[in-house]
């Protein structure tokens, strides 16, 4: 079945002599972007090395997402937990609106893997609306969506409290205060652990 994705085609502009990362700088994927630098994908992104297909959260679904979250995502310290979630966003080869059927399962570069739901026309990665279909580069294709990814094994909750927690002991370490509440800390920090990244698959 092959899907038009129409209804907000005519806001972007592609060319396909520029790669995935030019397209989106193009269209104003600001804090995407922004995200893929911080976690050192922007080169990954780029040509030679692809097709890629991106499903790019639009800058609104950033906005949504829980108070602290986008900040503490792209803090040095988040670096592996921030690469894994944007790797969640993005699969090999190009598929586009032809290759969608409902059921269809995608393998993303993190090592998850996405189920795609239809109704009519509309189409659903994990339940969020691809708004926008199509969108070509050199060196792959985009999908626009209305939310962020959230993969499976990423707890949104534990990932903000261990980001909370880490920056007070930060604080706290700096004053050199020695003792039982430090040896503490050390323990609370091991609990609030997201897990790592599953090994992807390499560039082409």
Do not use: Q
């Amino acid at each position: 079945m092959k899907l038009a994705f129409t209804l907000f085609s005519a806001t972007l502009s592609f060319a396909l002599s520029a790669d995935i990362i030019d397209v989106g700088e193009e269209n104003g994927f600001v804090t995407l972007l922004a995200g893929i630098e911080a976690a050192g994908l922007t080169d990954f992104f780029r040509e030679p090395y692809g097709p890629y297909t991106l499903f790019a959260p639009n800058e609104e679904a950033f906005e949504n997402l829980p108070d602290g979250m986008l900040d503490c995502l792209v803090k040095p310290k988040s670096k592996e937990t921030l690469t894994y979630i944007l790797k969640y966003h993005a699969a090999d080869g190009n598929i586009t609106s032809s290759d969608i059927t409902d059921g269809l399962s995608l393998n993303m570069l993190n090592g998850d893997d996405v189920l795609v739901t239809l109704s009519g026309e509309t189409v659903y990665i994990n339940e969020v609306t691809v708004l926008v279909g199509d969108v070509g580069a050199s060196n792959g294709v985009i999908h626009v969506l209305e939310s962020v990814l959230v993969p499976p094994e990423t707890d949104v909750d534990a990932f903000l409290e261990s980001c909370k927690k880490k920056g007070k002991k930060g604080k706290r370490g700096k004053k050199g205060k020695k003792g039982k509440k430090v040896k503490e800390g050390k323990k609370r920090r091991k609990r609030g652990t997201i897990g790592k990244e599953k090994k992807g698959k390499k560039r082409h």
